[in-house]
């Protein structure tokens, strides 16, 4: 989760000193690696367990403060959102049942968080991305209110120079821009650490860059952003664009993002260090080490608290990690493209996949870049990003193959083969890779699930409806801990209060507009309310600001009159100053402005640029929800009444 001790602020000579103070950090690792000082032999492993907090209608919960308040377990910390905590789970040795112990804390942790959940009548999910959180959830309101993460927004926005925007294309298409990072807060992970020789860390990172693609392809579990069918694993794209620091100009020239997958094999860590220190420039700073080089040679061995601090914010895919336990330096990888869930098996089944991979290859292969070329390593990931299993990989020597044979008929055996050498327990090799290969065998990884189900559901659905229903099935089988692969497709099943996704006109409001300009023709509106038949159409300007809104009956008139209509300009006959409402105004607000203003149509924008309209037929049919809802109590009043 990172350093909390963070200095809000600050001038240029901090930020200064807080470089010079990497810099030194840096030699310091220098120096620990040439003396041999960094732990070789021990091989452990870990795990970081994020989870999404709802409430009973499983819309996001800001009540990670208050759950935290009550848990006094030191493996939970905050996270980024308030509808977001964090369990770091207990490293452990890589050996006998260190797999199944794993899944047990794991669910041990989930129990704790479950249970002081359901004291703030909350509910715990794990997600790759909650699909019932939408871009109204992700407002400062939303921010757990710690300076680390006060300071990266604004140190992020600064260094860009605007908002963040968000273009992902899938099935479906979403473009956004968004005023702040906390798209990061969509996403949550099961982040996996493993531990490695300093003599052995080259050639064991550039192979956890190698399996990275194919562990990705079997594990996706976020196609979902709300309603929207994107990459089967969208938090890959998110996550780039909400720490994206890269004004136009930097992406124009091909300026590294600051989370990446890395240009080339590396050839040694501290070469990985150098080139983010030089291509990053600090964002926060906190409290370090004066003399690190010193306290190497005084045989005292530093946290390089500064250099560590920086490295938390390049987020490589792949991460290189220094720790010290007992005065002993490690090295460890930390693989970060795991997502939370679908359930505490698969999260397992994932991280014994990757980890059997780890051990196997490296004893397979001897050097992976001869046999590999880096530019098809960082495509193949891509390309799981995009469509899980069904995508198509080139690998060693340039073979080109499906990511389900390549896993299933060369690197499940290889996987196996590497727990076998670990001495990883038989039952648990067994049981882990057993339930990749049955994925494999079905093909419904997550992604694959949630995308199915919202397709399958009625068209005449609610989006809103939809993605509720989807996260009360994954509710109920992770609480019945059913791997992915036997979970049956979401329905829309009465399992949570239908109105929780109409209280704001944000969740039920139209978006897929068709607008005119103001310098339009009244032809094209009028020829587009009798193609969609509607009553009205909304007036943008290049920029998407609402700047007026044109009527059926404004048009009406014009005709009436006789005057030259067919050549009159939208402009001419537009409500230059239409009421409208916010994504956040209550439902119950805009019935009441509409009815007060006797208006028919509601523009709904922010920050000035239009995001959708509510109309009369809108609310009737919420209407006719209230009315079935009510008429069926009351059906069933009488009938236990006789």
């Known amino acids: 989760m990172g350093e909390q001790n963070i200095s809000r602020g600050g001038d240029n000579e901090a930020k200064r000193l807080f470089t010079r103070a990497v810099l030194n950090d840096l030699r310091a690792l220098e120096l620990m690696i040439d003396k041999g000082l960094i732990e070789t032999g021990a091989r452990r492993i870990g795990a970081e367990q994020e989870m999404f907090i709802t409430d009973h209608d499983y819309s996001p919960s800001l009540t990670a403060l208050d759950i935290l308040a009550d848990i006094t377990d030191e493996r939970f910390t905050n996270e ?78 600064q260094i860009r120079g605007s908002d963040f925007r968000l273009d992902i294309r899938g099935v479906d298409e979403l473009s956004i821009t968004h005023d702040n990072f906390l798209l990061e807060a969509m996403n949550t992970s099961f982040q996996v650490h493993f ?63 600051r989370v990446h997958f890395g240009n080339e094999w590396i050839e040694s860590i501290v070469d990985v260090f150098r080139d983010d220190i030089s291509r990053f420039s600090v964002v926060l700073t906190s409290d370090y080490e004066e003399d690190p080089v010193a306290m190497v040679h005084a045989g005292e061995m530093p946290k390089l608290k500064a250099l560590m601090l920086h490295n938390g914010t390049v987020y490589r895919w792949n991460r290189p990690c220094y720790g010290v336990k007992d005065n002993i330096p490690h090295l460890r990888i930390e693989n970060r493209v795991l997502p939370s869930g679908p359930s505490v098996i698969d999260e397992v089944a994932n991280s014994a996949f990757y980890f059997g991979l780890m051990s196997g290859m490296s004893h397979q292969v001897e050097d992976i870049t001869q046999s590999l070329r880096f530019s098809h390593a960082r495509n193949n990931f891509l390309q799981a990003c995009r469509t899980g299993l069904e995508c198509h990989f080139t690998w060693v020597n340039g073979e080109s193959i499906s990511a389900a044979q390549l896993i299933k008929d060369e690197l499940l055996p290889i996987a196996e083969n590497g727990l076998k050498m670990s001495g990883i327990d038989k039952a648990d090799i067994e049981r882990y890779l057993t339930t990749i290969e049955k994925r494999v ?26 993605v509720r229903a989807v996260v009360a099935e994954m509710h109920d089988q992770q609480t019945i801990e059913t791997p992915i692969h036997e979970w049956p497709l979401a329905v829309p099943v009465q399992r949570t209060d239908w109105r929780a996704g109409y209280l704001l006109v944000g969740q039920f409001m139209t978006t897929k507009l068709i607008t005119v300009r103001p310098d339009d023709s009244m032809d094209l509106a009028a020829s587009i309310m009798d193609w969609k038949r509607v009553r009205h159409v909304p007036v943008e300007n290049d920029e998407g600001e609402l700047v007026g809104l044109v009527s059926h009956r404004s048009i009406l008139k014009r005709i009436v009159a006789g005057d030259g209509y067919k050549s009159t300009a939208i402009n001419e006959i537009m409500n230059k100053q239409p009421i409208f409402a916010h994504p956040k105004t209550t439902t119950v607000e805009a019935i009441q402005i509409m009815r007060d203003k006797r208006i028919s149509c509601l523009p709904v924008v922010d920050n000035g640029k239009l995001e959708g309209v509510i109309t009369e037929y809108d609310l009737i049919k919420i209407a006719s929800h209230v009315l079935e809802a009510d008429l069926k109590a009351y059906k069933k009043k009488l009938k236990e009444s006789e």
């Not at 006998?96 to 715990?124: R, T």
């Not at 694993?233 to 664009?241: D, H, P």
């Not at 699930?449 to 659905?461: G, Q």
């Open 195 to 257: 531990q490695v020789s300093g003599n052995e860390f080259v050639n064991m990172y550039n192979l956890s860059q190698a399996v990275t693609a194919p562990l990705m392809a079997v594990a996706v579990n976020s196609g979902l952003i709300h309603h929207h069918r994107l990459w089967h694993e969208s938090r890959i794209a998110v996550f780039q664009n909400s720490i994206d620091t890269r004004s136009t100009a930097h992406q124009k020239r091909g300026t590294q993002p």
């Open 80 to 157: 980024i959102a308030l509808f977001n905590i964090e369990a770091n789970l207990t490293p452990r040795r890589f050996q006998g049942k260190c797999l199944s112990e794993m899944e047990e804390e794991i669910k041990e942790v989930i129990s704790i968080a479950k249970h002081h959940a359901g004291n703030h009548d909350a509910k715990i999910i794990l997600a790759g991305i909650l699909p019932t959180l939408g871009q109204m959830d992700l407002t400062l309101d939303s921010i757990t209110p710690v300076d680390r993460y006060y300071e990266l927004n604004d140190r992020l926005k």
């Open 441 to 466: 065998d079905s093909k419904q990884t997550g992604a694959k699930w949630a995308i199915k189900s919202i397709t399958e559901m009625n068209k005449e659905l609610h989006p809103d409806e939809k």
